[in-house]
């Protein structure tokens, strides 16, 4: 259950993990494992949650390239694990790394949902290795990928650790004074935002059940569908072109509104971890007014992601791992920003404008090939706040039994 890559790195750092105590487990597991485990702290919520034999980093962020010389240079240090590569801090330890030969490894949320998270050496999404040759696939043998267990993961546990973890970082401040956020962050309009996405989901339950019906039924193979991301993700800010979502949603509609038969529709489908910060319906609903196609424009919230998927004639993304999706439901898929999957024979290759008029087809034997690498070299079976991806022999077998004893009942 661990990377045969790591059964030789004798002692490892770990820098910031997801929010809440998934690091601490990872340690424990690696010193059974008889690793010696190093950890930073950046702020009172990594604190809080990894409180013993831990180094406190308390300066500024600009001294931070040299403190990490000063630690290589005293400890021996073989791998570092972290949370997202594209954290300030992080990208500081990437580069000093480099320069020390040290391996790094990445967690991030999976690249396959919901049973799976992602561990990848280097980097993750646009920094990731993985090879964009269709050909290298090609030539691998099978595509079989064992049934993964359910991962379980909590929503309740996520968000406690998440308003835990940042309540610790305020309390703690003094202690941390130069630390800030990744994030645009603050702890008196957070709650708003978590109590307003929850009424919103309410009210969408109900008001968009008409237009599902509608979608599914009067418009089936007759629209191409716009999964939109996060307002704030790295995704989005690191590895793509666009300052915002907005400017996706301009330059996507200017191009429907070109080059789409005007029996086409378009819909649009706000992120669900996005539903208390942002709604784009005014936007969406001036820019199609600016281009005459107002009644061809749906924007959506809590529609199902799957049926969306199959009853779509495309798919457009920037590099959501919602692209997946669409390659595992076969419809076919363009890509506008940086994406591990945008291979040739997955994706569409060609322009936006052309997409809109022949959208092509998806490869669904490189596809499972792509699929099964992607897993057996990346993904962990597990989940941050559920099933914890590292497990021991016996664990392994008493969790085995109990899916057998399940499957036969």
């Not at 034999?53 to 300066?59: L, T, V």
């Not at 992601?305 to 390659?327: D, E, M, Q």
Request: aromatic share 14%; with cysteine.
């Amino acid at each position: 259950m661990i990377p045969d890559e790591l059964k030789n790195c004798k002692s490892v750092l770990l820098l910031q993990g997801p929010r809440g105590p998934f690091f601490t487990r990872f340690s424990r597991y690696l010193q059974k494992k008889d690793i010696s485990v190093h950890k930073i702290n950046f702020n009172g919520g990594d604190e809080l949650f990894y409180p013993g034999n831990s180094i406190p980093f308390r300066g500024r962020i600009e001294d931070f390239e040299e403190y990490l010389e000063d630690f290589f240079g005293s400890r021996d240090i073989g791998c570092i694990f972290l949370f997202g590569d594209c954290r300030p801090h992080h990208q500081i330890a990437k580069k000093v790394a480099l320069r020390h030969e040290i391996d790094v490894y990445v967690f991030e949320e999976g690249y396959i949902r919901p049973d799976y998270i992602t561990m990848e050496k280097s980097g993750v999404n646009g920094f990731s290795s993985i090879p964009f040759n269709p050909y290298f696939y090609k030539g691998l043998d099978g595509n079989y990928v064992e049934r993964p267990l359910p991962a379980a993961t909590s929503f309740l546990k996520t968000a406690s650790a998440a308003v835990v973890y940042h309540l610790a970082e305020a309390v703690m401040r003094w202690k941390y004074p130069h630390y800030r956020y990744h994030k645009k962050f603050s702890l008196l309009t957070e709650p708003f935002f978590w109590v307003r996405s929850a009424v919103r989901k309410y009210i969408y339950r109900f008001s968009e059940k008409s237009e599902g019906e509608r979608i599914f039924n009067d418009l089936s193979g007759k629209y191409f569908f716009v999964p939109l991301q996060v307002h704030d993700d790295s995704q989005v800010l690191f590895h793509s072109k666009y300052k915002n979502i907005e400017e996706f949603i301009e330059e996507v509609l200017a191009s429907f509104a070109q080059n789409a038969s005007s029996e086409q529709h378009i819909i649009f489908k706000h992120h669900p971890m996005d539903r208390g910060h942002k709604d784009y319906r005014l936007f969406i609903s001036r820019q199609a007014r600016l281009h005459n196609i107002e009644d061809r424009v749906i924007y959506v919230h809590d529609i199902h992601l799957p049926k969306l998927l199959r009853h779509a004639k495309g798919v457009i993304v920037i590099n959501s791992t919602v692209g997946l999706s669409a390659l595992y439901h076969s419809t076919p898929l363009k890509v506008m920003g940086n994406s591990i999957y945008c291979i040739n024979g997955l994706t569409y290759q060609e322009s936006l404008d052309e997409f809109w008029r022949n959208p092509g087809s998806v490869n669904n034997k490189l596809y499972m090939r792509f699929r099964a690498f992607i897993i057996q070299k990346t993904q962990l079976n597990g989940s941050f706040y559920g099933l914890f991806p590292f497990r021991d022999e016996e664990t392994v077998n008493r969790i085995d039994n109990k899916q057998a004893e399940s499957d036969s009942a």
